[in-house]
T-cell receptor
Framework: EAGVTQFPSHSVIEKGQTVTLRCDPI?????LYWYRRVMGKEIKFLLH????????ESGMPNNRFLAERTGGTYSTLKVQPAELEDSGVYFC????????????FGSGTRLTVV | DQQVKQNSPSLSVQEGRISILNCDYT??????FLWYKKYPAEGPTFLIS?????DKNEDGRFTVFLNKSAKHLSLHIVPSQPGDSAVYFC?????????????FGTGTRLKVLA
């Protein structure tokens, strides 16, 4: 089975620009998660979709971040306008059930805001 | 305030010896714990889990120990192999409280020397 796919793998943008990250979960996985790792720090939860609904968005840092999952398939995470502190690696994960054991992570998108 | 702490950023161990990675947590509501392994340029992959009703879980060379009174868990790898060299993250969730997001530590980089 295909894994979780994220693209782009790298993105370098200027402060103030907009960037959209995409995640294609494993087919049939209702649960989709976004996490972020800032340089050398912990992997931080951003939000959790169940199908197309936001189950938990308590980790979203501010309203410059917008996540969508139209139709319950792929998801996008838009950052607008990007700030320097948004730099980091953004991971997407999907699972069939709610147990963390079932998480499959993508390889991440490394975002650099200059 | 970091709820899951991995105080050792790095660890070097000789091949064939035991690797012990430690993790402390502060939230007494956490009831499910995971260890993930991460290679460079890849997403984290699930390694082993333990629920709060147990104090030990074993899977091949990997054993996780949980000490609830001390709010401490550890991952033992015996015997360590060069392929185990990676960054290891512990993660915790409070599933009985209805939250399925995982709180991750900052990771410990393990280097197994041949």
């Amino acid at each position: 089975e295909a894994g979780v796919t994220q693209f782009p793998s790298h993105s370098v943008i200027e402060k103030g620009q907009t960037v959209t990250l995409r995640c294609d979960p494993i087919s049939g996985h209702d649960n989709l998660y976004w996490y972020r790792r800032v340089m050398g720090k912990e992997i931080k939860f951003l939000l959790h979709f169940v199908k197309e609904s936001k189950q938990d968005e308590s980790g979203m840092p501010n309203n410059r971040f917008l996540a969508e999952r139209t139709g319950g398939t792929y998801s996008t995470l838009k950052v607008q306008p990007a700030e320097l502190e948004d730099s980091g690696v953004y991971f997407c994960a999907s699972s069939q059930d709610l147990s963390g054991e079932g998480y499959t992570f993508g390889s991440g998108t490394r975002l650099t805001v200059v | 305030d970091q709820q899951v702490k991995q105080n050792s950023p790095s660890l070097s161990v000789q091949e064939g010896r035991i690797s012990i990675l430690n993790c402390d947590y502060t939230n007494s509501m956490f009831d499910y714990f995971l260890w993930y392994k991460k290679y460079p340029a890849e997403g984290p992959t699930f390694l082993i889990s333990i629920s709060s009703i147990k104090d030990k879980n074993e899977d091949g060379r990997f054993t996780v120990f949980l000490n609830k009174s001390a709010k401490h868990l550890s991952l033992h790898i015996v015997p360590s192999q060069p392929g185990d060299s990676a960054v290891y993250f512990c993660a915790a969730s409070a599933q009985a409280a209805g939250t399925y997001k995982y709180i991750f530590g900052t990771g410990t980089r393990l280097k197994v020397l041949a």
